[in-house]
T-cell receptor, first 113, second 108 residues
Framework: SQTIHQWPATLVQPVGSPLSLECTVE??????LYWYRQAAGRGLQLLFY??????ISSEVPQNLSASRPQDRQFILSSKKLLLSDSGFYLC????????????FGNGTRLTVT | DAKTTQPPSMDCAEGRAANLPCNHS???????VYWYRQIHSQGPQYIIH???NNETNEMASLIITEDRKSSTLILPHATLRDTAVYYC?????????FGAGTRLTVKP
């Protein structure tokens, strides 16, 4: 069966520090991968999605970037964190271009101080 | 993707059926209806999806009206652990756009 792993679960970082969040999927090949962010008390906002290695689409211009160095690995990065980057970051995967649902990881709660 | 409308909150008594409505009057013919829920501080959990026919799995039932302009998610015997925000989404494929959802509170 397929599983998705995100780490770390929680992270506290100072303003101006770099960020790297990692997501890996097991049990499937060539998944579509997604990064979402959820601010406190708000809905989910799509940040990036990828349909293959090295293929990244950005939904919202911001202080963050994403990379997909391997088929089942998706990384969210920042060179210098802002206070507004605080939130709950979620990785998700799906397969194909049809109606298969997205499956989410357990998320990383990032607090920028 | 079509937009959905859900009530912001609902209560349900423990052991009773929870019926969560969703309006999607602008749904197109190839868009599916999906339901997710999010328990506090966890990632959204996929529940069920359907196109035209009613669907049932171990978690819930999905009833889609004949004109597909609305649907209802049914949790047949709600427990306290079903307290969560429930999201109704319509989509053809690709990413998913989440709205505000319905906050369901199951009360003892």
């Amino acid at each position: 069966s397929q599983t998705i792993h995100q780490w770390p679960a929680t992270l506290v970082q100072p303003v101006g520090s770099p960020l790297s969040l990692e997501c890996t999927v097991e049990g499937t090949s060539n998944p579509n991968l997604y990064w979402y962010r959820q601010a406190a008390g708000r809905g989910l906002q799509l940040l990036f999605y990828s349909v293959g290695i090295g293929q990244i689409s950005s939904e919202v211009p911001q202080n963050l970037s994403a990379s997909r160095p391997q088929d089942r690995q998706f990384i969210l990065s920042s060179k210098k964190l802002l206070l507004s980057d605080s939130g709950f970051y979620l990785c998700a995967w799906s397969v194909g271009t049809g109606p298969s649902p997205l499956h989410f990881g357990n998320g990383t709660r990032l607090t920028v101080t | 993707d079509a937009k959905t409308t859900q009530p912001p909150s609902m209560d349900c008594a423990e052991g009773r059926a929870a019926n969560l409505p969703c309006n999607h009057s602008t749904i197109s013919g190839n868009e599916y209806v999906y339901w997710y829920r999010q328990i506090h501080s966890q990632g959204p959990q996929y529940i069920i999806h359907g196109l035209k026919n009613n669907e049932t799995n171990e978690m819930a039932s999905l009833i889609i009206t004949e004109d597909r302009k609305s649907s209802t998610l049914i949790l047949p015997h709600a427990t306290l652990r079903d307290t969560a925000v429930y999201y109704c989404i319509v989509r053809v494929g690709g990413d998913m756009r989440f709205g505000a959802g319905t906050r369901l509170t199951v009360k003892p």
